[in-house]
């Protein structure tokens, strides 16, 4: 079975360029989460969305960062203009939203990660 | 405050020995599951287990088990019979009833397995 596929593993970029980053979930799943990984900060909730709709953003740097689900296959985590401080390596990751009392944990599957360097 | 608090930054222990990682959390959510997650020097996440917060046993999981007290607030990763590929960073992560499905992550712990 394919897990969470994030594109691209890796992107050098140089401040100021638009960086777009991509994700496929786990088919079925209908959560999607994009998290930051940085030594300082640890793991950062950026946005979720359930069902395709962005349910809390909050985790958002800035109006630099913007994130579309278009589809329940496909997302995107867009940084326009970026910066040296938005290096970083980014996780997507997807779950399965239940209703309460089941006994399923809805646990995160997370990507492979895509690393970003802003020179 | 720091919803999820893992307050050992590295550690090391003898390949075959138990270890156990500390994690601490806090919420006033009734309802909320807690999480322990590796990640290798590869980079991917690879979750490990869950506990809930109306579990009445402490999860296992293989080598793993988690050592739940509610009073305290604690959800320890015990790793038994260590070995070398379980060098890693480990996470402790929560997520809470009335917040979706999101979790929260503490800073890690640092394991690394001496031969």
């Known amino acids: 079975d394919a897990g969470v596929i994030q594109s691209p593993r890796h992107e050098v970029t140089e401040m100021g360029q638009e960086v777009t980053l991509r994700c496929k979930p786990i088919?079925?799943?209908?959560?999607l989460f994009w998290y930051r990984q940085t030594m300082m900060r640890g793991l950062e909730l950026l946005i979720y969305?359930?069902?395709?709709?962005?349910?809390?953003d909050s985790g958002m740097p800035e109006d630099r960062f913007s994130a579309k689900m278009p589809n329940a296959s496909f997302s995107t985590l867009k940084i326009q203009p970026s910066e040296p401080r938005d290096s970083a390596v980014y996780f997507c990751?997807?779950?399965?939203?239940?209703?309460?009392?089941?006994?399923?944990?809805?646990?995160?599957?997370f990507g492979e990660g895509s690393r970003l360097t802003v020179l | 405050a720091q919803k999820i608090t893992q307050t050992q930054p590295g550690m090391f222990v003898q390949e075959k020995e138990a270890v156990t990682l500390d994690c601490t959390y806090d919420?006033?959510?009734?309802?909320?599951?807690l999480f322990w997650y590796k990640q290798p020097s590869s980079g991917e996440m690879i979750f490990l287990i869950y506990?809930?917060?109306?579990?009445?046993q402490n999860a296992t999981e293989g080598r793993y088990s988690l050592n739940f007290q509610k009073a305290r607030k604690s959800a320890n990763l015990v790793i038994s019979a260590s070995q070398l590929g379980d060098s890693a960073m480990y996470f402790c992560?929560?997520?809470?009833?009335?917040?979706?499905?999101?979790?929260?992550f503490g800073g890690g712990t640092r394991l690394m397995v001496k031969p």
């Open positions: 969305f359930n069902n395709n709709v962005p349910i809390d």
């Open positions: 919420t006033s959510d009734p309802s909320y599951g």
């Open positions: 088919s079925g799943h209908n959560s």
């Open positions: 990751a997807s779950s399965l939203v239940y209703p309460a009392l089941t006994t399923l944990t809805g646990e995160l599957f």
């Open positions: 992560a929560m997520r809470e009833g009335s917040a979706g499905n999101m979790l929260t």
């Open positions: 506990q809930g917060s109306y579990d009445q």
